[in-house]
């Protein structure tokens, strides 16, 4: 851990409160504006105010409806002028509407409403008689500046919100990527270990054989040789085991999860995707002894990945599970009784299926089959088990 002290967390304000103080706002502004009592036909009175506060109210609901605000805010600033209260300009009442849809997103409505404030209101003063220079040349430009600022900040806020959500993510995935770079190196590690403990426990097999034959020769006629040869085996298979258990150590992590052990007797597992899917499925197995562990989990992985083809593959209706068992190797064979769907092709696909099957197979020095036949399509594995650790 570094030194470094941790960063505080940041606090933010809720976004109601942020829209609770920008409506006071609003609403404190054009009240004061109102109170200024400049031109109009009548005096302000209780509606004028509460027509301000209808105003605040508005962005109580700027971000779930922006549209909508705006739209209802310039109607009501027509409705106002209608009514011949004070004058309060054009760009005040209107500003936090065009911002909050801006804010949103909502970019060309914001330009569509500004514009339309701005035509319907010169119009209407140039058709009451003003002055075209004082309404045009004088008061025009500080209206679109100030209603053009307000959607610009909105609009940049939208923008700088999007680019730091965009920068977290690519945070996040850099991240994930380190993370899976790193566990992939410690995937690597570990797999060169287990070969590096394959390679040791084979060497030191066949030294424990190798010895074991000595002794067995050497028993009544070489005390001598076999109590030497019988210490060597012991001394092997020492050195052997210890070198296991700092393998295993080293392998395993306190996060793994308990391992699950694979069995034939488990095939329920499998065989319900394939019933899931439609198929008929009829499974045989005949087992004259118990397998070896390594025996019967490659059996049960090539059954699962045989019928995990037909589900994705087979355009038939029928699958056959059958393991049978002699004295020397069990034979696995999983079969569909239809032909592949137009678009897929088992044998020659892209997928490492069928090249994992064979080499768990060959692994246990078996081998393994996967071919189209009349009926359908045919996986047969054979696995040696006799002598198998």
Do not use: K
Not at 264 to 286: K, M, P, S, Y
Not at 329 to 351: E, F, L, N
């Amino acid at each position: 851990m570094s030194g470094q002290p941790s960063q505080p967390p940041v606090r933010r304000v809720r976004p109601w409160l942020t829209d609770v103080l920008l409506g006071v706002g609003v609403t404190a502004v054009v009240s004061v504006v109102i109170t200024a009592n400049e031109g109009g036909r009548q005096e302000p009175d209780r509606i004028a105010y509460l027509w301000a506060v209808g105003l605040g109210a508005l962005m109580l609901a700027r971000r779930r409806y922006p549209v909508v605000v705006l739209a209802v805010t310039v109607l009501g600033l027509f409705a106002y002028y209608a009514a011949g209260y004070p004058a309060v300009g054009l760009a005040v009442p209107v500003a936090a509407a065009l911002f909050s849809a801006a804010e949103q997103g909502r970019l060309a409505a914001s330009v569509s409403a500004a514009v339309l404030v701005v035509v319907v209101s010169v119009m209407v003063r140039l058709a009451e008689g003003q002055n075209f220079s004082f309404v045009v040349g004088y008061e025009l430009a500080g209206h679109v500046l100030l209603m053009g600022a307000a959607i610009a900040l909105g609009d940049s806020l939208r923008s700088r919100r999007t680019a730091q959500a965009d920068a977290r993510r690519i945070t996040e995935l850099t991240a994930e990527r380190y993370r899976q770079e790193a566990d992939a190196r410690v995937q690597g590690e570990r797999l060169a270990i287990a070969r590096d403990l394959h390679d040791s426990l084979g060497h030191t097999t066949s030294v424990i054989a190798l010895h074991a034959d000595v002794a067995r020769e050497a028993l009544g006629r070489d005390e001598e040789a076999t109590r030497s040869a019988l210490e060597l085996i012991r001394a092997t298979a020492r050195r052997s085991m210890d070198d296991l258990r700092r393998t295993v150590t080293l392998l395993r992590r306190d996060d793994d999860p308990p391992r699950t052990v694979v069995s034939l007797a488990h095939l329920d597992a499998v065989t319900g995707a394939a019933g899931a899917a439609g198929f008929d499925v009829d499974v045989q197995v005949r087992l004259r002894a118990a397998l070896p562990a390594p025996v019967e989990a490659a059996a049960y992985r090539i059954i699962q990945e045989a019928v995990t083809n037909v589900v994705r593959h087979s355009a038939g209706s029928r699958v056959e599970i059958h393991v049978a068992q002699d004295d020397r190797q069990v034979t696995v064979s999983v079969t569909d009784s239809g032909a592949d769907r137009p678009t897929t092709d088992r044998a020659t696909g892209g997928g490492h299926g069928i090249a994992g099957m064979r080499e768990r197979a060959q692994s246990l020095g078996g081998s393994l089959t996967a071919e189209h036949q009349p009926t359908g399509f045919a996986v047969r594995a054979e696995l040696p088990w006799a002598g198998t650790t």
